[in-house]
């Protein structure tokens, strides 16, 4: 476990890839045996984030408020995601239009290009 594979899956989360429970019960797994005197900086950084989950899972905050409790701990990161569209047509199959678009996440902010 490291800090850019956190964000990584924060990332991720982010971008719809992974759910937050998927996202939860990751960490709690690869942060099962996770010591203070081994990293403390890692240590304080899962234990935030496992805060943030329980209270989360708990019903006292938001998924809103819990993604913003989170984006500052996804750093930046840049992703590709492939897109499709439909656009029914009257009396016509659909029109079907793929599109590759790029985002970067950014303190929570998703911005996406197509």
Do not use: C, T
Not at 41 to 59: P, R, T
Not at 60 to 66: G, K
Not at 87 to 113: K, M, N, T, Y
């Amino acid at each position: 476990m490291s800090k850019i594979k956190i964000q990584d899956r924060l990332a991720e989360y982010f971008a719809g890839l992974i759910s937050i429970q998927d996202f939860a019960d990751w960490l709690a797994k690869e942060s099962a045996s996770l010591r203070a005197d081994n990293d403390e900086e890692l240590f304080n950084l899962v234990a935030s984030l496992l805060n943030s989950l329980d209270v989360y899972f708990d019903g006292h905050i938001s998924r809103f408020m819990l993604r913003s409790e989170l984006a500052p701990f996804a750093g930046r990161k840049e992703f590709e995601q492939k897109v499709l569209f439909a656009e029914p047509r009257p009396h016509h199959d659909p029109l079907f239009i793929s599109a590759q678009s790029r985002g970067q996440l950014q303190s929570g902010q998703l911005a996406v290009a197509v």
